[in-house]
C-alpha cells in the first residue's frame, strides 16, 4: 500500500494530520482496512473510531458523530469530537 495524508478535523479545525501506511476503521456496522490500491474514492459514515500505522508510530482515536471519505491519496476524517486513545487514558483534541 502507498501511504496516505491522513487528516483528522473537528468543526474548530484540523486536530491531526500524518501519512499512514495503514488505516483501520471502525463505523457502526463494522470494520474496514483502507488499501489505497484498491480504490480512489471511499464514503463512510458514522465512524466511530481509527488506527493509524505511521513511521511514527502507532495512533488511536475515538470519533463521535463523524464522516470519513478517502478521495485519491488522501483520508479524511470529520467529526463533533475527537479523542487520542492512549493505553489507560483518552484525551481530547482540539484545534
Known sequence: ????????????????TAIASSIDVRTEDGGI???SDEGSFL????ATEITLRTAEGTYV????????????????????RI?????????ELTP
Not at 491519496?73 to 463533533?80: G, K, S
Open 1 to 16: 500500500m502507498n501511504n496516505l495524508t491522513v487528516e483528522l478535523s473537528t468543526p474548530g479545525g484540523q486536530v491531526f
Open 43 to 46: 464514503n463512510l459514515i458514522h
Open 33 to 35: 482496512h483502507v488499501n
Open 61 to 80: 482515536f475515538s470519533l463521535e458523530n463523524a464522516v470519513a471519505g478517502l478521495k485519491g491519496r488522501t483520508f479524511t476524517v470529520l467529526a463533533e
Open 83 to 91: 479523542r487520542r486513545i492512549e493505553p489507560g487514558a483518552a484525551s
